[in-house]
């Protein structure tokens, strides 16, 4: 992390004229179409070394606001860092909340007073929280400026806030600090600079009431030059109620991480989870029925548990839980978590890293075609790993074991398209029904001749004895619940040939869900928008509702 930031700010702020001359020479070259590892090579530094990817952007992004260069983006392509980052459409940027209790008991959480619950400082991802003092406003700022140095297009910004159980801390802390946010997206320019005029403008909210600030703060976005396109928050399966899922819509949340962690009660109990499976089924339940997508935590290696009952414990998220997404965390032995003293005492022993191999290469190929992998893994230093697993590369020799054993898994994630053009006339339009609780499910998907993905939208019909979220916008509608276009994220309005994001497929997406709600007798349509996409919806024919986006009389 530290590293990374250096050298963004030695390329930004320590390029001499030599350095920047160079860089107009080298960018010149690539623009012709020369190889960009090989043009840098050719022109070496006075005193020795290389001009890197970095410096090539500072220089683009200053020839580009100094007029000397008109904006192209095949050419910030090729030059731009690490291109996946921004691959599945949207630009991530992740958040931390302040240092707080949390209601949870959990023995396998560890406990640090300068973080959240559940966090490490030296986590990555983490770190940054720690280093702004978890103020959510330069949290995202710096994030979106680092971001926007190396290249990464930032007008799409997907917000997670990570933080022990969200719904426990006070709602005027939760509503300060989703406004500020906003704040942040609101207030930058695309070269990362503070809007000024735009600052003015919002800081004659500051004084006024927090939940107008927070509505005033939402409506600037839909305009904003960062568009937060998704809201997620992390919390536990108890704390889900109807008025909770009010509140959250409030705040703009659009998805929901949930731990899981067992679909047993023996397990759950021993682990002092305090809350049961039927809690869980619930909690989903409701999620679903108000659109929120659905993200579970699942952790195989808990205490009491054997690799055994792992295999039969995953299979059972597969009915009535069906997450949109999962993250697996195999349990990790901390010397500053209460199952430290249970190993201690020999009660406790962790898997070896072969065990949990051979467990995940059994379990990923029978996650369905709906549901995506975000992590098969935590990120958690090594160093503080007891015993146990301390291969962050997991993921990695997993797929290896697959390869090796010939099966594979078709995950969204494993059937993205990311970078690879799409041809249109060859994509096969494919719905996925399956039932979820009380709900049927429809994932409705464009795939390519070689089964990548190339979009997907997630329809919700609601059953007669699907929950009820006592909210009127959803009053009888098909629960629209996301719709994700793949494609590098590309700046509104910039094309490229062939990328799934500006080929209309949303559109086709949403027309087709359409139809299949009308087939099954639903007159109404709802869609969980975030902020910044309402106005994609609102163009399509839907209406704004108190919380959602509608539109009746299909
Ligand atoms: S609910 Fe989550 S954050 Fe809270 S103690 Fe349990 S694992 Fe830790």
């Given at each position: ?47 020795g ?11 683009y ?13 095949r050419?910030l ?61 330069t ?97 536990r ?15 703009g ?83 500053n ?58 993921r ?57 993905l ?20 959803l ?33 086709r ?9 009308k ?17 994609y ?18």
């Open positions: 992390m530290q590293t990374e930031r250096q050298e963004l700010w030695r390329s930004t702020h320590l390029l001499t004229e030599d350095k920047k001359e160079l860089a107009r020479t080298v960018l010149d070259e690539i623009r012709r179409g020369r190889d960009v590892t090989k043009t840098l090579r050719s022109h070496p530094l006075r005193g070394g290389y001009l890197n990817k970095s410096m090539l952007v500072a220089i992004n200053e020839m580009v606001t100094a007029g000397e260069m008109q904006e192209d983006m050419l392509e090729r030059i731009r860092m690490k291109p996946m980052r921004t691959l599945s459409g949207v630009t991530t940027v992740t958040v931390l909340t302040k240092p707080y209790p949390c209601p949870g008991k959990c023995i396998f959480c560890p406990t640090d007073v300068r973080m959240p619950k559940s966090y490490l400082p030296d986590e990555p991802g983490a770190m940054r929280g720690l280093e702004h003092d978890f103020d959510p406003y949290q995202v700022r710096s994030r979106i400026e680092q971001l926007q140095s190396v290249g990464h297009p930032t007008d799409k910004v997907e917000l997670l806030i990570l933080g022990g159980t969200w719904s426990s801390y006070r709602r005027d802390y939760q509503e300060w600090f989703v406004r500020r946010c906003f704040d942040a997206m609101n207030r930058l320019h695309h070269e990362g600079h503070e809007d000024h005029k735009g600052n003015q403008k919002e800081s004659s909210v500051d004084s006024v009431a927090t939940s107008e600030a927070l509505a005033h703060a939402h409506t600037f976005n839909e305009t904003a030059n960062h568009r937060n396109v998704g809201l997620v928050i992390e919390t399966p108890d704390e889900i109620t109807p008025g909770e899922l009010r509140w959250l819509r409030r705040l949340v659009t998805k929901v991480q949930m731990g899981a962690q067992s679909l047993d009660d023996r397990i759950l109990e021993l682990n002092k989870r305090g809350h049961d499976v039927e809690c869980t089924r619930r909690a989903t339940a409701l999620l679903r029925a108000a659109g929120f997508k659905i993200v579970l935590h699942w952790m195989p290696n808990l205490l009491g548990a054997t690799p055994e009952s792992d295999r039969a414990d995953f299979a059972r998220l597969w009915n009535d839980f069906c997450p949109d997404e999962i993250k697996i965390y195999p349990n990790q032995l901390l010397a978590a209460e199952l430290y003293e249970y190993w201690q005492r020999g009660e406790f022993k962790p898997y070896t890293t072969q065990e949990l191999i051979d467990l995940i290469a059994d379990v990923k190929p029978t996650i369905p075609r709906y549901c995506r992998v975000n992590r098969v893994i935590r990120d958690i230093p090594s160093t503080h790993v007891v015993e146990g697993n301390r291969k962050t590369s997991l990695q020799d997993v797929q290896g074991e697959m390869q090796r054993r010939g099966t594979h898994c078709e995950c969204v994630r494993c059937r993205e398209v990311r970078g690879k053009p799409i041809h249109l006339h060859l994509l096969r339009l494919d719905d996925l029904v399956y039932p979820a609780g009380a709900a049927e499910e429809h994932f409705i998907s464009y795939v390519t001749p070689d089964d990548k190339a979009g997907f939208i997630r329809l919700s019909l609601p059953g007669k004895d699907s929950p009820q979220t006592g909210i009127s916008d009053d009888g509608a098909a629960l629209i619940r996301e719709v994700h276009v793949y494609g590098q994220s590309l700046p509104v309005g910039a094309e490229k040939a062939g990328a799934a994001q500006h080929a209309g497929l949303g559109t997406l949403l027309e087709k869900a359409e139809a299949i709600a087939a099954n007798g639903f007159e109404r349509m709802a869609v969980i928008s975030a902020v910044g996409t309402r106005g919806y609102l163009e399509r024919g839907f209406e704004r509702g108190e919380l959602y986006l509608t539109k009746d009389r299909l």
